[in-house]
């Protein structure tokens, strides 16, 4: 069945530092691909997704490119802040399993001054 | 618009008793998840409804988890009799459907002592 393998954490970054969190995944379909975020006490957020191969998301300065030859959807950011603290959790979905969200473990980022 | 609502947020139980949990999702979603997240880990599916019909249950462990959506509007989740092990965050979902358009709920942290 569908599977995401992310790196495991945890990440501790300096500020300003760029970030990398690798992401592959397993799939009989054409998944859409998903960033999602949890900061400490909050619930999931969505950050970025990309729906076909070579689309790239982005938000907030993450980006993220969905590569089907490698299978890969790896997190990145040129310069992390402090406020980007948090739990990152790769996910896919496809029409095979109904849409429902697959996640990986998550990976938790820790940026200090 | 307002968001997936969930309830109650923090419940505290002894094991082997039973507890319910409460979603409203988004108006208008067709289809609502329910998933399970262990602390550490990320949200697993348990069980997928497509109004009010059950689109996958396959993890949902049915001798002592069971969950309704009557009307194709909100759902409950109940657990009889508790385990340790079931202590998690249990997430509440919706989306429109086709992938597209996801929204969480806050969640429901139980804690089985």
């Known amino acids: 069945g569908d599977s995401v393998t992310q790196m495991e954490g945890p990440v501790t970054l300096s500020e300003e530092a760029f970030l990398t969190i690798n992401c592959t995944y397993t799939?009989?379909?054409?998944?859409?691909l998903f960033w999602y975020v949890q900061y400490p006490g909050e619930g999931l957020q969505l950050l970025l997704k990309?729906?076909?191969?070579?689309d790239k998301g982005s938000n907030k300065g993450f980006e993220a490119t969905y590569r089907k030859e490698t299978t890969s959807f790896h997190l990145e950011k040129g310069s992390v802040q402090v406020s980007d603290s948090a739990v990152y959790f790769c996910?896919?979905?496809?029409?095979?399993?109904?849409?429902?969200?697959?996640f990986g473990k998550g990976t938790s980022l820790l940026v200090t001054p | 618009e307002a968001g997936v609502a969930q309830s109650p947020r923090y419940k505290i139980i002894e094991k082997r008793q039973s507890v319910a949990f409460w979603c409203n999702p988004i108006?208008?979603?067709?289809?609502l998840y329910w998933y399970q997240q262990i602390l550490g880990q990320g949200p697993k599916l348990l069980i997928q409804?497509?109004?009010?019909?059950?689109?996958?249950d396959s993890q949902l462990p049915k001798d002592r988890f069971s969950a309704e959506r009557l009307k194709g509007v909100d759902s409950t989740l109940k657990i009889q009799p508790a385990k340790l092990e079931d202590s998690a965050v249990y997430l509440c979902?919706?989306?429109?459907?086709?992938?597209?358009?996801?929204?969480f709920g806050s969640g429901t942290r139980l804690t089985v002592v």
């Open positions: 979902a919706s989306s429109g459907g086709g992938g597209y358009g996801y929204t």
């Open positions: 799939a009989t379909g054409y998944p859409s």
């Open positions: 990309a729906t076909k191969a070579d």
């Open positions: 409804f497509q109004n009010n019909g059950v689109v996958d």
């Open positions: 996910a896919l979905s496809d029409q095979g399993s109904g849409y429902a969200l697959n």
């Open positions: 108006s208008g979603h067709a289809t």
